[in-house]
């Protein structure tokens, strides 16, 4: 099983929709979880920290599934601009290295 | 604005030239990482410093070295530049307690 695990997509969907992604971690001993968003040829750029008793910004909501060992990350009224690859990140905790999964590819459709 | 900033931020190399790409940070933060990203692989971590002259390795770090000698730069050297290193370099400072990275803009590396 690899470490980090996300549906690589692509997901397509029209304006206003809700999406969820989710993100499977092998290490049980992993401390603290991201979500990053990434435009083509562009950098990751952190979206949401998850915390265990799951967090909100905005649009978007994030949770964590510690027994299961998965986080989440819910989209409602999704916009064009929320096109982007989303990355799932975890930290084991030596170092605070992170191990990201693949992404996955959002389009939001007109 | 995490302050981060990697040069060259475009370069075209042959098959067994060394290369030096820099991160330059503003901030003073301890932690730097160098990854590398590849369509079908994601990121992947290739070194990292936790300090001024400590540092340690990813999990794909073969081919590759680091020098942090100051805390605000973090250097990544191919010694010798292979095709399979064509890629897309991205530098990342830590910056709090929960470990979370904010990233360079990246450097796009091509070796012929």
């Known amino acids: 099983r690899k470490e980090v695990e996300q549906d690589p997509g692509p997901f397509n969907v029209p304006e206003g929709a809700t999406v969820a992604f989710n993100c499977t971690y092998s290490?049980?001993?992993?401390?603290?979880f991201f979500w990053y968003r990434q435009d083509c040829r562009k950098e990751p750029k952190l979206l949401m920290s998850v915390y265990s008793s799951g967090n909100e910004d905005g649009r978007f909501t994030a949770q964590l599934n510690r027994a299961s060992q998965y986080i989440s990350l819910l989209i409602r009224d999704s916009k064009l601009s929320d096109s982007a690859t989303y990355l799932c990140?975890?930290?084991?905790?030596?170092?605070?290295?992170?191990?990201f999964g693949k992404g996955t590819l959002l389009t939001v459709n007109p | 604005d995490a302050g981060i900033t990697q040069s060259p931020r475009h370069k075209v190399t042959e098959t067994g030239t060394p290369v030096t790409l820099r991160c330059h940070q503003t901030e003073n933060h301890r932690y730097m990482y160098w990854y590398r990203q590849d369509p079908g692989h994601g990121l992947r971590l290739i070194h990292y410093s936790y300090g001024v002259k400590d540092t340690d390795k990813g999990e794909v770090s073969d081919g590759y070295s680091v020098s942090r000698s100051k805390t605000e730069d973090f250097l990544l050297t191919l010694e010798s530049a292979t095709s399979s290193q064509t890629s897309v370099y991205f530098c990342a400072i830590r910056t709090s307690g929960m470990g979370e990275q904010f990233f360079g803009p990246g450097t796009r590396l091509t070796v012929l």
């Open positions: 990140a975890v930290n084991k905790g030596s170092n605070y290295k992170l191990t």
């Open positions: 290490n049980s001993a992993s401390q603290s």
